[in-house]
T-cell receptor, first 117, second 113 residues
Framework: AQTVTQSQPEMSVQEAETVTLSCTYD???????LFWYKQPPSRQMILVIR??????QNATENRFSVNFQKAAKSFSLKISDSQLGDTAMYFC??????????????FGQGTTLQVKP | DAGITQSPRHKVTETGTPVTLRCHQT?????MYWYRQDPGHGLRLIHY???????DKGEVSDGYSVSRSKTEDFLLTLESATSSQTSVYFC????????????FGSGTRLTVV
């Protein structure tokens, strides 16, 4: 069974600085996707970024980028130029893309990020 | 406009009463999911559906049942609510190409007293 671990329950960063959120996962599959979701105080779940396991290039979306280390099963999220609106809980998630795929997402425990002015 | 709506947004119920949460989508997506969110656990899958009348269990399905009689509606029922089912419940949808991730509903905060 796949598992996703976020070992940092809480983090804080000063506005305009850079912060990295950690995520590790365990799987025997080779074909999968990884995601980062953001949940602000409004409770809405928002997709931040996705990474396809077969792609070596790290995904980027504006100020958000990932460091995907497939051999180490590590998938960290870097937020550059942090903004007050980045304050939220962030979830790392795994999706198996094998033949039995049903689109199920497996989530980590979440990391609460506070951006301080 | 949102594509997916959940109702109710908040609910307080008594132990032992039945509760039904509704998820409605306008995207005609095949896959629908129910998750619960609890501190320290992230989101955990309760049940999911891969078509009308096609459902399967997730990792925390005990005490829950689901039904999907139409593509657009996915109902989650707590047959006899318990305090351990106090949680925030999310519905999510995804299309045939599941690799683009989910669209989530706005969640239902359920309190069982």
């Amino acid at each position: 069974a796949q598992t996703v671990t976020q070992s940092q329950p809480e983090m804080s960063v000063q506005e305009a600085e850079t912060v990295t959120l950690s995520c590790t996962y365990d799987t025997s599959e080779s074909n999968y996707y990884l995601f980062w979701y953001k949940q602000p105080p409004s409770r809405q779940m928002i997709l931040v970024i996705r990474q396809e396991a077969y792609k070596q290039q790290n995904a980027t979306e504006n100020r958000f980028s990932v460091n995907f280390q497939k051999a180490a099963k590590s998938f960290s999220l870097k937020i550059s130029d942090s903004q007050l609106g980045d304050t939220a809980m962030y979830f790392c998630a795994f999706m198996n893309r094998g033949s039995s795929n049903t689109g199920k997402l497996i989530f980590g425990q979440g990391t609460t990020l506070q951006v301080k002015p | 406009d949102a594509g997916i709506t959940q109702s109710p947004r908040h609910k307080v119920t008594e132990t032992g009463t039945p509760v039904t949460l509704r998820c409605h989508q306008t995207e005609n997506h095949r896959y629908m999911y129910w998750y619960r969110q609890d501190p320290g656990h992230g989101l955990r899958l309760i049940h999911y559906s891969y078509g009308v009348k096609d459902t399967d269990k997730g990792e925390v399905s005990d005490g829950y049942s689901v039904s999907r009689s139409k593509t657009e509606d996915f109902l989650l029922t707590l047959e006899s609510a318990t305090s351990s089912q106090t949680s925030v419940y999310f519905c999510a949808i995804t299309g045939t190409s599941t690799n683009y991730g989910y669209t989530f509903g706005s969640g239902t905060r359920l309190t069982v007293v």
